[in-house]
């Protein structure tokens, strides 16, 4: 049981692999991650620049699919793909 809130369980995160297009060198890949990590409730994000992929481990709790697509967006980036 947790101490803080009392819930059974936080075991509850998910991951989701984004393709994104519009990628091209290492500002690129930090702009994606940073995006991400501004959606709440997403715990890591890791983008390999090659395979244009973003890897996301979140809480489903906080955090939609639909949210990291539109930040990833916001940041002049397109989700062409969800794993």
Request: with cysteine; glycine share 8%.
């Amino acid at each position: 049981m947790c101490e803080t809130c009392g819930a059974h369980s936080h075991n509850a995160e998910q991951t989701v692999v984004l393709k994104v297009e519009g990628m091209t060198c290492n500002h690129c890949k930090m702009s994606v991650e940073k995006a991400l990590y501004k959606v709440e409730g997403v715990k890591m994000a890791a983008v390999n620049l090659a395979e244009g992929l973003a890897t996301v481990l979140f809480d489903p709790n906080l955090a939609t699919v639909e949210q990291m697509k539109l930040a990833v967006e916001k940041a002049g980036y397109e989700v062409v793909g969800v794993q």
